[in-house]
């Protein structure tokens, strides 16, 4: 069974555009783009870019920015607008020399991957001494409802998550606009202790508000996304 991406790469791309949905557009896209003017990094691997979108952000910030996805159909996208180095691959394997980049982006791709163990791995591997791991992804809160079906509206026009099995590791579907995909949900323990494992410090971490669009005051009601960074020791 595959994970739905090559049969959802062209709803994707044509949901995502040039500005990303709501999430990207009005809350974590500032906050990641401010992580990275503060790291000024010099060579960029965006971890699952997808269509490119991120990296053709990226661009304008560091001095070469590279993205891999295993989803041939997305990156062949990603290649046609341009903007970065684009490389089909998977993060459980990157093509990459050890010690290739200053700055590694995860931009709600964590969620995608099934060995994470394997993918923290081999980001610790390419990076350099110093070089910094910036993560966005969804809350397991949000991943554990998620998995039981997307919120229904209430009478009063309000919506009821119901939240179970948070503390195990599972794969579910997710359905909307004529994507279907696999995501994970993972307690956040599980990324924490795989990330300390994996020789990582922990520098940033955030749960940002929507700053913007129709949905703010609703969205911010309960938490649905966060920020980290992590930080490869310089030794």
């Known amino acids: 069974m595959t994970d739905g991406w090559n ?10 555009g ?34 490119g979108r991120f990296c053709r952000k990226l661009a304008r910030l560091a001095g ?69 791991l910036l993560i966005a992804n969804l809350n397991p809160w949000t991943t554990s409802s998620q998995a039981h079906g997307y919120p229904e509206k209430n009478a009063d026009g309000s919506t009821t998550l119901i939240m179970d099995h948070y503390l195990d590791c599972f794969a579910s579907w997710a359905e909307w606009d004529d994507i279907r995909i696999q995501n994970w949900h993972r307690p956040l323990s599980f990324y924490m202790t795989e990330l300390l494992a994996a020789g990582f410090q922990l520098t940033h971490f955030d749960e940002p508000k929507a700053t913007g669009g129709g949905r703010a005051e609703t969205y911010n009601r309960a938490p649905y996304l966060h920020l980290m960074e992590w930080q490869k020791p310089d030794q």
């Open 7 to 16: 049969t959802s790469a062209q709803a994707w791309i044509t949901s995502q």
């Open 18 to 51: 040039e500005d990303g949905d709501f999430s990207r557009q009005h809350v974590l896209d500032a906050p990641m783009l401010a992580r990275v003017v503060a790291a000024a990094p010099t060579d960029v691997l965006d971890l699952g870019c997808g269509e």
């Open 64 to 132: 070469t920015v590279t993205g891999i996805d295993p989803t041939q159909a997305l990156i062949t996208h990603a290649r046609a607008l341009g903007g970065a180095r684009y490389e089909t691959a998977f993060a459980k394997a990157l093509p990459f020399a050890d010690h290739s980049f200053d700055m590694t982006v995860a931009y709600l791709s964590l969620i995608d991957i099934p060995d994470i163990p394997a993918a923290l791995t081999e980001t610790h591997r390419v990076l350099r001494p110093g070089g910094r």
